[in-house]
């Protein structure tokens, strides 16, 4: 994985260090908090680490056609946007065009919540 400290632009947020993930499936830590990580795989998965308060993971579709799977830990949800919130459930983008995102941070004990989204997600 390559960090690219000249960034990705995503609208509103202005440019932010980003890690190129060309990988099928990563599991976060406390490392990514603050980066873009962009998916160039054409289905990725990302486990998401359990939550912790005040982090803030942001993920990217860097391909088309792309579906990017984010999945919390069997303990905690992930909270807004109308998602149900519901433990161990994943949230789906679904063949999203390059650029869109969503970022998440850490809320509580038991969920992730959404700071910002760019396309459709949605709950499997």
């Known amino acids: 994985?390559?960090?690219d400290a000249t960034g990705v632009n995503l609208s509103g947020f202005g440019y932010r260090t980003k890690e190129d993930?060309?990988?099928s499936t990563l599991t976060t830590d406390i490392n990514d908090s603050g980066k873009v990580l962009n998916f160039t795989h054409a289905t990725p998965t990302v486990t998401v680490h359990a939550v912790a308060a005040?982090?803030?993971l942001t993920f990217r579709v860097g391909a088309n056609p792309q579906t990017l799977t984010i999945s919390?830990?069997?303990a905690d949800?992930?909270?807004g946007l109308d998602l149900a919130g519901t433990d161990n459930v994943d949230v789906v983008f679904t063949n999203q065009p390059i650029g869109s995102y969503i970022t998440i941070q850490g809320g509580n004990a038991d969920a992730w919540i959404v700071?910002?989204?760019k396309g459709a997600?949605?709950?499997v």
Do not use: L, S, W, Y
């Open 21 to 23: 993930i060309t990988a």
């Open 54 to 56: 005040g982090e803030n």
């Open 121 to 123: 997600v949605t709950n």
């Open 77 to 79: 949800g992930i909270k």
């Open 115 to 117: 700071t910002a989204c």
């Open 72 to 74: 919390p830990q069997a």
């Open 1 to 3: 994985m390559a960090i």
